[in-house]
């Protein structure tokens, strides 16, 4: 038996409130807590999500959340990778329980996030590759989310058009999510008006960042049978996989991809990698995923996704996606909470808070946004630095 | 007098070139410098040699910025101009970012297109200019598009 | 069976050398793999202490140690928990091992350090409570070394010759230590003669911060019997535990301690309680230690670290040293590797440094300080808030 | 005009003491104000009054700062002296930081000798004296020392 319970989840909404990230992660921990129905004197691990923009609290994290919610001598610990934060933290919990040394885990995440472009933390620093893009290269984020689109248009076909029609499908998804930042409808021609940030991205195309926060309790499958649940959500893998030499993609902050001249890349990108290590762990196909949740960083970027996960043939989303078989009672329903379009992006809640809703939608209770009869979904992600996660729970 | 933006990453004569390195155990090559270990995992070298990568290629992807980017960049003199971004595959098999040059956008270049490294005045500081290398789109005409 | 087994152990000696700690993790990484006779492409799980004086690299720490010795599709993970970042990151490699999900898995931390007091990162935080305590109070790293130490003082009669006898018993252990920075033999009228930084502590009774890095290569018990290792040296416990509420001793960086008016103190001291479960989750006891590799952040506190680790009773750690049953050849030996009185502080590693000195005293390595016979060692620190780690081996 | 250093921790007349908070549920004070949750265990209350400390205690322990501390710590004016430190024990059972009084170094005190809380002047700025909270020793031959 290699599979932990997800007893209970629970979020502080995202926008943008201005308050301590320690405040984002005790509401949402307490809202996990309450959801389950455990007492915090019953956890006996808390792992957080650092966050590094937030002075030394958010580079100790799981201390920070431990000592707010109450210093109970909980084992702690706090994980770090970019954009997979969450993941790798909840991994870290399921490693403990499946070995036996925790039964009762507390995974959190919160972060405070400045407006604009995510920079670098001040000073100078001329060997850090994340610092030496924005002053060698003004090469902010969005600029390589808007190297992945662009391909897909020269290569695929692909037309501003269709991402547009990714940020309307999310939005609409996410329309009566509480959690939620932004529920508005948006027009194709909302997003094709608003200004072009990082050609062929349109302002309307690339998420914001926001501040939030989202906790899951893990527990061992033994401990919720004896709190009488039989049937929990289950976390069937955790994909954290890292690429192989040479990393044939240009990835986030690098100046260059590896040398393919003197070792082969391999049959896979790193993105796919991820999505396939998740379905062997789980012993699962993507013929089996009723539901996903995926990182759309951009518009454009959720339609590379689907490929990756298996969710369709290379080149092919944008069919899918014109035929609304990634909305909401679509074939295979891609985004429902709303995505980081809805969201806007709280780096070490993120993959967290997409874990948070699909337990939501594996138990039924997504209300307004509910794919029918999910049983199982996937989550993916990617960070920086080679860091990715692919989760998947199922009922 | 220019100065490069930062020291030893690429010349500055009338053909410029990127300068990385070459793994002497194994022959891969790196940019930005490599020169402590080599990343191939399945070589332990440790001795590098510098290695001028080629100066032309194809484009892999490309982009602008068409909002001033945040510190640390440096913007160049007057108002915000947006300027191209791409990345490009070199004969070698590695892809590498930069600039399109000056005068250049998207509409320039697209994948597969050819390009060439020039150098270019990337900001103005207490010292005088300081350039950086960028990617010229060399067919105009040529292309698919 | 929950232990875990110490295949290799490596380090990049301690200096100041002024090279990137990616240069001295991968060091000694390809250090322990040499001596555990393991290749790199076996790994199959990375773990990295991280290092927050770094830029992104020092964040991603299990990611740039993975991608430095070349990616290979390992999962990674990166730790942070202060000076307990080594411990937990090894906490993460066994737990991973245990719940089956890696084999092999390479544990490593370095760092790269400023001269002088270690200093908050730049810009002004005025929510962050290691920005403020300098801000406000001019309270560094010494000075909470220097409350513990005057309480020695004034409790049990401690001097400042007492704490001077730590360097120079240290100062010995490390003389032939090829790791160690500082090789020189140290007597107590140096220690004396040295000024004095915070009362009663003087300059040559506080560690320095140094540069470094160390390695550690765990493996299943079953890969290293695979490997022809029937006894190698094995993980018993690694103690992670956090404290309870009220927190009565103050504790770097904090202002205050918890109010103990409402609900009343434990029994243990943090400190204490560290050790204890060490000893609780390896079934051994105090008696049953040959050596101790402690965190003399200060000397005094070598002596805190024998009653906290139950040692000897509160009070009466001088007595020890004074016998000389705290130096290689005594009833228990304290810091043969020298400590980091000869070490100096490299924050991610040093958790990890002293797993190596203890596996290599216990396979009876230690060229020039071995403690004859160990079989059983126990290490301790402690970081900022709530972090702090004990770890056993046992032979 | 003398402003505090920081807003909001602590009272400057002639009386002056630290702000903190406490817990309405289960009566927990904190130092330096705990707004938002309760950081008792048992607690989940999150309402929270302004709560002033006591403004004598004991000290737990004490030392001095010998070397100027680096920033973002502030000297005052002049060439720099050494200042005294000290955690003090409250009667209601919380230990707090503080400097020494202007002119109280390590020999003024001992562990369990009475102090009391001044204001005095940390730095001055642009805006002129910044004051802080500090412990002043109030028995100086009455010790065991
Ligand atoms: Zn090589
Ligand atoms: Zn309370």
């Known amino acids: 038996m290699s599979d932990v319970a997800v007893l209970g989840v629970g979020m502080h909404p995202w926008g943008k409130w201005g308050d301590s990230f320690v405040k984002y992660g005790v509401a949402a921990a307490r809202a996990a807590l309450a959801d389950a129905d455990v007492p915090w004197t019953d956890v006996d691990l808390v792992v957080g999500g650092e966050t590094v923009r937030n002075g030394y609290g958010g580079y100790v994290a799981g201390s920070t959340f431990a000592s707010a919610l109450g210093w109970n001598g909980a084992r702690i610990a706090t994980s770090y990778a970019a954009c997979a934060t969450g993941a790798q933290a909840l991994d870290v919990a399921r490693a403990k329980i499946l070995a036996g040394q925790s039964e009762v885990a507390l995974v959190v995440g919160a972060d405070t996030t400045p407006k604009g472009f995510l920079a670098p933390n001040a000073g100078e620093r001329w060997d850090d590759p994340d610092w030496l893009r924005f002053r060698l290269l003004g090469m902010t984020n969005p600029a390589y989310f808007a190297l992945y689109a662009r391909r897909r248009i020269d290569l695929y076909g692909a037309t501003p058009e269709d991402f547009a029609r990714v940020k309307v499908k999310n939005a609409r998804h996410g329309l009566s999510n509480p959690n939620a930042r932004y529920r508005k409808e948006v027009a194709v021609a909302d997003v094709l008006g608003s200004p072009v940030v990082a050609d062929p991205l349109h302002l309307l195309d690339i998420c914001a960042t926001s501040d939030g926060g989202a906790a899951v309790l893990l527990t061992s499958v033994d401990y919720a049978r004896r709190r009488g649940l039989t049937d929990p959500v289950r976390v069937r893998a955790i994909s954290t996989v890292t690429p192989t030499f040479p990393q044939t993609v240009i990835d986030m902050p690098l100046f260059s991809t590896d040398h393919a001249g003197v070792v082969p890349a391999g049959e896979r990108t790193f993105k796919e990698s991820l999505a396939h290590a998740a379905y062997e762990e789980a012993g699962l196909a993507p013929e089996d995923v009723d539901v996903a949740e995926v990182y759309d960083l951009s518009t454009a970027l959720e339609l590379d996704w689907m490929e990756d996960l298996g969710l369709c043939d290379r080149g092919t989303a944008e069919e899918l996606l014109r035929a609304g078989e990634t909305t909401i009672g679509g074939r295979i329903p891609v985004n429902p909470s709303g995505g980081l379009a809805c969201f806007g992006e709280a780096v070490p809640a993120q993959a967290l808070a997409q874990v948070c809703e699909l337990t939501w939608q594996l138990r039924g209770q997504a209300t307004g946004r509910q794919v029918e009869g999910a049983r199982v979904g996937i989550t993916a992600n990617q960070g920086l630095f080679g860091h990715g996660s692919s989760v998947i729970l199922s009922r | ?145």
């Open chain 2, 1 to 145: 007098m220019a100065t490069p933006a930062i020291d030893g990453w690429f010349t500055t004569g009338e053909q410029p070139s990127l300068l990385g390195t070459r793994c002497v155990t194994c022959g891969c090559v790196y940019f930005p410098k490599q020169d402590d270990y080599c990343r191939n995992p399945g070589c332990d070298g440790s001795e590098f040699v510098e290695h001028a990568l080629s100066r032309t290629g194809t484009v892999w992807s490309y982009t602008d910025a068409q909002y001033q980017p945040p510190p640390p960049y440096q913007p160049p003199p007057g108002d915000y101009r947006s300027f191209g971004l791409a990345a490009v595959e070199l004969p070698e098999g590695i892809t590498v970012l930069g600039q399109l040059a000056d005068g250049y956008g998207v509409d320039d270049v697209h994948v597969g297109s050819p390009v060439e490294l020039v150098v270019e005045t990337l900001y103005v500081d207490d010292e005088g200019p300081r350039t950086i290398w960028r990617w010229k789109p060399t067919d105009l005409d040529g292309g698919t598009r």
